[in-house]
């Protein structure tokens, strides 16, 4: 038997990007699309943007492009956004607020069914009428509802024991803000967010011109 295709996480992390600006196009009233033009737009190359569509199927027609209605729903597919998803979020500070404050994530499917803290000041109180439990209640809650995915907004020495009840309880998608790399097992997928990197490759991209202005440099000309 041959080995199976796998697709690279490079092309699924790019097609968020394609999902996004297809809606754009969709509510710019735009039916179609040349690769050239979407390259134009989107900022990948239009071979680049070929490849990656190439990895699910045949899209794009010879001399018409793509139809963006079409492709959004095909994207829209591959993302898994056929179905709803309902999310639980551990620690519900800051950050736990602010994503269960978020409203725009229901557009797409994503809901906000519950959150849990230790902080008996929280507890009981409610964000857009959803209510924070007591973590200790997790488990049970878990049990009683279908759950597909775990937000962890805990402080870092906290979320290794959160992700472990998630995932003894049957959740098998984390969602982890906490600046920690989870131990979780085979299956259990967990996708890392860190606002940090992003704002570290704008700080990057800042100081670029100087770095390279550096890096050119004939040596004779650097000054120890
Ligand atoms: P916060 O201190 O406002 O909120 C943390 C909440 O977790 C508190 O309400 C606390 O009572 C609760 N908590 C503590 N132990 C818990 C447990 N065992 N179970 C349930 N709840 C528990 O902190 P903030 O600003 O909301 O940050 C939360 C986490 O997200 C931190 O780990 C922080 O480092 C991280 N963070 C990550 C970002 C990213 O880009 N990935 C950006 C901002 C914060």
């Known amino acids: 038997m041959g080995?199976?295709?796998?697709?690279?996480?490079?092309?699924?992390?790019?097609?968020?990007?394609?999902?996004?600006?297809?809606?754009?196009?969709?509510?710019?009233?735009?039916?179609?699309?040349?690769?050239?033009?979407?390259?134009?737009?989107?900022?990948?190359?239009?071979?680049?943007i070929r490849q990656d569509l190439n990895n699910f199927g045949d899209f794009g027609q010879q001399g018409y492009g793509y139809n963006v209605k079409d492709l959004y729903n095909e994207i829209s597919n591959i993302l898994g956004l056929h179905a709803n998803y309902n999310m639980v979020i551990a620690g519900a500070g800051n950050l736990g607020q602010a994503i269960a404050g978020y409203s725009n994530f229901e557009k797409e499917g994503f809901r906000v069914k519950a959150l849990f803290d230790i902080n008996p000041k929280l507890i009981g109180l409610s964000i857009r009428d959803i209510e924070i439990f007591d973590i200790d209640n997790l488990r049970n809650y878990l049990h009683d509802n279908k759950v597909d995915i775990g937000i962890i907004c805990t402080p870092r020495v906290q979320a290794q024991k959160v992700a472990d009840v998630m995932v003894k309880n049957g959740i098998t998608a984390i969602w982890n803000f906490a600046p920690t790399d989870l131990d979780v097992p085979r299956g259990v997928i967990v996708e890392n967010v860190h606002l940090l990197d992003s704002l570290l490759t704008l700080t990057y991209r800042v100081n670029e011109p100087k770095l390279l202005d550096y890096i050119n440099k004939d040596p004779e000309e650097i000054v120890e």
């Open 3 to 48: 080995d199976k295709r796998q697709i690279s996480m490079a092309v699924v992390r790019r097609l968020p990007k394609y999902h996004r600006y297809l809606l754009e196009l969709i509510r710019n009233d735009v039916d179609r699309i040349s690769s050239k033009e979407l390259s134009d737009r989107i900022g990948f190359t239009a071979s680049q």
